[in-house]
């Protein structure tokens, strides 16, 4: 079993910057990826960005290139999403996974954690 704990969300005027945590408990891993999703209100879920277990492998979406990064912090067993120059269509429920997979699917996480609210206003 895996938990995890999304935390750091808030509204933040465009512009402004947030940093996303997220928590992982229970078992580990030493394959597959965690990634950052979000969706906003009607919808699909989306791939934001993701890094590999093995190698810190990292891909983003073409929307957030330059503007986020996602790095972990093994010791914490912690996986960030740093946000910078946020727009408002970033506005969205913002999660992350975690896959025995290397895939920027979101049919691929198989543990996904509850959310956090990201709110950028103009």
């Known amino acids: 079993q895996v938990q995890l704990v999304e935390s750091g969300g808030g509204l933040v005027q465009a512009g402004g910057s947030l940093r996303l945590s997220c928590a992982a408990s229970?078992?580990?891993?030493?394959?597959?990826?965690m990634g950052w999703f979000r969706q906003a209100p009607g919808k699909e879920r989306e791939f934001v960005a993701r890094?590999?277990?093995?190698?810190?492998?990292?891909v983003y979406a073409d929307f957030v290139k330059g503007r986020f990064t996602i790095f972990r912090d093994n010791a914490k067993n912690t996986v960030y999403l740093q946000m910078n120059s946020l727009k408002p269509e970033d506005t969205a429920v913002y999660y992350c996974?975690?896959?025995?997979?290397?895939?920027?699917?979101?049919?691929?996480?198989?543990?996904w954690g509850q959310g956090t609210q990201v709110t950028v206003s103009l």
């Open positions: 996974a975690t896959s025995l997979l290397v895939s920027l699917n979101p049919s691929a996480y198989n543990y």
């Open positions: 229970g078992r580990t891993f030493s394959t597959g990826s």
């Open positions: 890094i590999t277990w093995n190698g810190d492998n990292t």
